[in-house]
């Protein structure tokens, strides 16, 4: 059962922008670390950043100085704010969440308890 719900997919040109959304509609992430992961086609999934619940935050090099992540916790989402996106950039994006209530830092290589069905990210002119 997924628990997890992303959004904010989508087309977009070389140089663009996407923010995608992570919503927990049956718990509240505040004592989750999330993390925001990634798969293309005939590749391992692959880590791209996290956030603690003290919004420690950690990022994969080839995104570094591209991505942000963020919290709204009035809203109980997760943003991936994605800035000069390349075709490298194409990928299933997915979000997961991890009950780590005291930790200041995350990490993308533990396991992840809570998945999204991801959404699709498409850079290309």
């Known amino acids: 059962q997924l628990q997890l719900v992303e959004s904010g997919g989508g087309l977009v040109q070389p140089g663009g922008s996407l923010r995608l959304s992570c919503a927990a509609p049956?718990?509240?992430?505040?004592?989750?670390?999330v993390a925001w992961f990634r798969q293309a086609p005939g590749q391992e999934r692959e880590g791209v950043s996290c956030i603690s619940v003290t919004r420690g935050t950690k990022y994969a090099e080839p995104v570094r100085g591209r991505f942000i992540i963020s919290t709204d916790t009035r809203r109980n989402t997760v943003y991936l704010q994605m800035n000069s996106l390349k075709p490298e950039d194409t990928a299933v994006y997915y979000c997961a969440a991890n009950w780590n209530p005291r930790s200041p830092i995350c990490s993308m290589q533990v396991n992840y308890t809570k998945w999204g069905q991801g959404t699709q990210v498409t850079v290309s002119s």
């Open positions: 049956g718990f509240t992430l505040n004592s989750y670390a």
